[in-house]
């Protein structure tokens, strides 16, 4: 804590403030639906060890349940074996053991999923067992009609862009440039879709999020654009012939939102904007949507055999007799291309996932280059490290009550000006924090419909309909 700002944080306890909303409704939606993941999979067993120790989990996670809506004091995390324990439990001690909802939302949420983790950890049969992982699947099966439409422009652009007949390098410059934007941006609406907000939002409303009619119709709504700048640095170093162009993704959801990360990923490096891409996943399941290593493995499963993933029937489609449409060949063929160019890229090097502890952690990244100083020194490395998503964009400014015009280079500390790291923040909205509007534009926003008015919640920041994009340059 003692390198955090000192703006004070959101906590579950303001109660015009999303912390409030998110513990009060969200987080036992979300703990129950763990339930009854665990649930099915007691039922789908036949080792009855797993299942006995499958029921003392229900407990636990309904425990948890009840100290959370009981507003009981938080206990500390089990020692699992792992590092962060001590953190956790240390900041914990700091706190004053405080309740639920009289808790900095930042590390009381992360502590729920901290939480959750201890009991499939502690355990002989569920250790790696990723409760989430359904949940994730199921939803990246519902994206198909966005995945399909995105797999066929990926695969005209990456070939179109092999025989770019365009003879000015101008005009080639150019074309990079629109696309770079372009793939930004559907890398950022594809972090509208996160699964911990499906508790407000339907799989409609979802899809609504995902296509290209939606995307154009979204500009308008990204409230501060930093891509130019983006931009220019990954044109310098590429200009100057830099042999190895690195860049980081901090990766935020699985599914649909992962695969849009890949494009993004396989758009720098066939376009020479980078030579690696380094990803970096969460360790342990995180935030419902979160990606594990664990994700990447499936999705390339599911990309491996595309007609097998999508025309097979879900549990939930045999209950109710339904059978998926076919793959057309050509759908199948797309995404048969993009499981060859990534599955190539990951082969040789290019395309690499690193996962690390600190991501999981429970404070924010104004204590990056303290506490975890070999992470900081690695991102040095990186032309330009994105950050995906709202929780990333909560770290970074420490989940304060700026005021909404602070600007972005301040609010991230640390991590700002002089720091040696280039910033990129992707955010779609979901959470009150939020920092480098101009001034009176906060106000602006309030007075529309679901803005929240003079109430003193800032309740358009909420479900991602805005978004910021905001870049910081630090070396
Ligand atoms: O909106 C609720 C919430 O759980 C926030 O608490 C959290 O920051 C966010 O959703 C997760 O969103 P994302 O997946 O974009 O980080
Ligand atoms: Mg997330």
Redesign the pocket.
């Known amino acids: 804590m003692e390198f955090d700002t000192k703006t004070p944080p959101y906590r579950t306890g303001d109660k015009s403030s999303?912390a409030y909303v998110?513990a009060r409704d969200?987080w036992p939606v979300i703990i129950t639906q763990a339930i009854d993941d665990v649930y099915r999979s007691v039922t789908e067993s036949d080792d009855s060890a797993k299942q006995e120790e499958g029921k003392k989990i229900i407990a636990e996670l309904a425990r948890l349940k009840y100290e959370l809506q009981h507003d009981r004091q938080l206990t500390p995390i089990r020692d699992d074996g792992k590092a962060d324990v001590s953190v956790y439990n240390h900041e914990l001690e700091q706190l004053g053991t405080p309740n639920w909802f009289d808790i900095p939302w930042l590390f009381c949420?992360c502590y729920l999923y901290r939480r959750i983790n201890t009991s499939f950890s502690l355990s002989t049969h569920w250790k790696t067992y990723d409760v989430f992982y359904r949940q994730k699947i199921n939803t990246f099966r519902s994206s198909r009609p966005a995945v399909l439409e995105l797999a066929a422009r990926y695969k005209d652009l990456i070939t179109q862009m092999g025989h770019d007949r365009r003879k000015t390098e101008a005009g080639r410059d150019e074309a990079q440039r629109i696309l770079f934007f372009e793939m930004c941006e559907i890398c950022l609406w594809g972090?509208a879709t996160?699964l911990?907000?499906l508790t407000s939002l339907t799989y409609e409303d979802i899809q609504k999020l995902q296509g290209s009619e939606a995307r154009k119709a979204s500009e308008k709504n990204i409230l501060v654009n930093d891509l130019g700048d983006a931009y220019e640095v990954l044109k310098k170093s590429q200009r100057e012939g830099k042999k190895e162009r690195r860049v980081d993704i901090v990766l935020?959801?699985a599914g649909f939102e992962l695969y849009v990360d890949l494009i993004l990923a396989g758009y720098l490096l066939s376009s020479g904007l980078a030579t690696l891409v380094v990803l970096h996943p969460k360790s342990i399941p995180w935030?419902v949507?979160?990606v594990v290593p664990g994700d990447f493995a499936a999705f390339l499963g599911a990309l491996a055999d595309p007609k097998r993933f999508y025309e097979t029937p879900s549990d939930d489609e045999k209950l109710q007799d339904k059978t998926p449409p076919p793959l057309s060949e050509k759908d199948s063929a797309d995404l048969g291309f993009l499981f060859q160019e990534w599955t190539r890229m990951h082969a040789e090097g290019q395309l690499i996932l690193r996962p690390n502890a600190f991501w999981t952690y429970p404070g924010g990244y104004w204590r990056l280059p303290s506490v975890e100083k070999n992470l900081y020194e690695d991102l040095k490395n990186s032309e330009l490290v994105i950050f995906k998503?709202?929780?990333?964009y909560?770290k970074l400014t420490g989940d304060a009550a700026w005021d909404p015009s602070t600007p972005f280079t301040e609010a991230i500390g640390p991590l700002g000006p002089g720091s040696g790291v280039n910033v990129l923040a992707l955010r779609t909205c979901?959470?009150d924090v939020v920092v480098g509007l101009t001034p009176g534009q906060d106000e602006e926003i309030r007075e529309k419909e679901e803005g929240g008015g003079d109430g003193g919640a800032r309740k358009w920041a909420?479900n991602g309909k805005w978004a910021v994009v905001s870049f910081s340059q630090g070396r």
């Open positions: 999303f998110s969200r949420e972090n996160d911990s907000l935020d959801n935030f949507s979160d998503g709202d929780l990333n909560r979901k959470a909420w």
